[in-house]
């Protein structure tokens, strides 16, 4: 096929993209994996994550689902990023963050930008160190940009709450690789990392099965508590906040228990049992949610 001018091509990637992320955060709020915490939140909050959804899905979108060559993926994302600094955005997701929330720092987006860029080049984490670096790119922003939309983001970048926002985010980030192991799988990528999967006996061929081998449910449980301790850690941060950013943290942290739960329910089966464990974790968000409001631990 003939190509285009190139810069034309990205900004048309960047494009779809926008759109197609603007209609899934519209049919997610309508589904049940919607924060269910974050339905309950005035409009005007409401607006401001519902226009930070689209931009993070839109770079996701662009990471896993871009057309054409890994170089290409990342020189839409570029392209993206670029768009990201324009004091006049084109992209339509990006033209409405500048509307409805244009106090959000940038920083938390370029990150999650780079992490998609290393998508298109690393495929595995050797170790869990290097997974949680990894983390610190692809799910750790995301709390800050939410602490920020509330303005209960700490100016002192050490602050424990921070810390504790990105020990939350990055348990959601490990609980999601561990359901989405097939998904990622297809895409080329493993982030159960090396070590363990040499640990556990675990081939990665293992990950192509119908049904989790008792070697990989293993596995996948050992990550979970992992999670878990790393979820016990930040849920703290929910006890620093006040009203509606209490509330919206809340429920992610419920989310994570909901989701430590599916795992354990489904015995680590992430292959066999996933949909399971889905509706499992949609189910029991609401079970969580009162208790992680309080910011009490397990």
Known sequence: MVRGNAVGDTAGTADAAAASSSARVRSAEAAENFPVALRVLPTRHRTRLQAVYAVVRTIDDLGDEG?????????????????????????PVLAALARDAPDLPTEPFDRLIVANVQDQHVASYPTWDALLGYCALSADPIGRIVLALFGAAPADPTSPVLRASDAVCTAL??????????????????????EDLDAFGVAVEELDRPVATPRLRALVLYETERAERLLDEGAAVVGALRGWARLAVAGYVAGGRAAVDALRRVDGDVLGRAEEAAHSRRRDVLRHLPRAARASRP
């Open 67 to 91: 057309p054409g060559t890994p170089a290409e993926r990342v020189a839409a994302l570029e392209a993206f990023r670029a768009d990201l600094h324009s004091p006049r955005p084109r992209s």
């Open 173 to 194: 980030q490990v609980l999601e690789h561990c359901q989405d192991v097939r998904e990622d799988r297809v895409r080329g990528r493993v982030y159960l990392p090396a």
